[in-house]
């Protein structure tokens, strides 16, 4: 069954620090994925997907068949950066995406 | 472009009463997409309308709730006889076409409060 596994449901560092999101994904085909983030009282915004293979906002994220993983990361997080993330998967041309629990990142001053 | 908008932001009900959250897609987008979203969980896929068409209902439990998405006006989800469970969030979301170079938009979502 197609799944997206993010093991963290809070993720806490500091102004600075460097931060990686982790998501895992089940799937046997070739898969689409997202990163979608919601600010604080604001709607759900894609953020990055792999095919564009860009940076926005500092952050990066690679797609890793072998690990079946599309971690997202930023070298240096801001207080900004706090936010519900979630990894989000579409299988080949169907139009769904399979959403993560999402992880919570706070980032502290 | 307002965006994808969907109203009410927030409806309570009593069990037993029908409730509608309706969803107006981008402008220009015609495949419209409603997700579930339970407290503490991730947004599980419900439907998936063209306009007039529904593609794909997986997700939608096989009672109760039904979705359409008219020629004209927003796309409808319809839930009968609520009950506590129906608690969540229910968000829309719009694209242009089904190809996968298009993002899907959502919109601010439809708390759900069942009492």
């Known amino acids: 069954a197609q799944r997206v596994t993010q093991p963290e449901k809070l993720l806490s560092v500091f102004k600075g620090a460097p931060v990686e999101l982790k998501c895992n994904y089940s799937?046997?085909?070739?898969?689409?994925l997202f990163w979608y983030v919601q600010y604080s009282r604001q709607r759900l915004q894609l953020l990055l997907r792999?095919?564009s293979r860009e940076s926005i906002k500092g952050f990066t994220a690679d797609l890793n068949k072998g690990e079946t993983s599309f971690h997202l990361k930023k070298p240096f997080a801001q207080e900004e950066d706090s936010a519900m993330y979630y990894c989000?998967?579409?299988?080949?041309?169907?139009?769904?995406?399979?959403f993560g629990k999402g992880t919570k990142l706070s980032v502290k001053p | 472009n307002a965006g994808v908008m969907q109203n009410p932001r927030h409806l309570v009900r009593r069990r037993g009463q029908e409730a509608r959250l309706r969803c107006s897609p981008m402008?220009?987008?015609?495949?419209v997409y409603w997700y579930r979203q339970l407290p503490e969980e991730g947004l599980k896929f419900m439907v998936y309308?063209?306009?007039?068409?529904?593609?794909?209902e997986s997700g939608m439990p096989k009672e109760r709730f039904s979705a359409e998405f008219p020629k004209e006006g927003p796309s409808i989800l319809r839930i009968q006889q609520v009950v506590r469970g129906d608690s969540a969030a229910y968000f829309c979301?719009?694209?242009?076409?089904?190809?996968?170079?298009?993002?899907?938009?959502f919109g601010d979502g439809t708390r759900l409060s069942i009492l």
């Open positions: 792999h095919i």
């Open positions: 799937y046997s085909g070739s898969p689409e």
């Open positions: 309308l063209q306009k007039e068409n529904i593609i794909d």
């Open positions: 402008k220009g987008h015609s495949h």
């Open positions: 989000a998967l579409r299988r080949g041309s169907q139009g769904n995406l399979i």
């Open positions: 979301a719009s694209s242009p076409t089904a190809d996968s170079n298009q993002p899907q938009h």
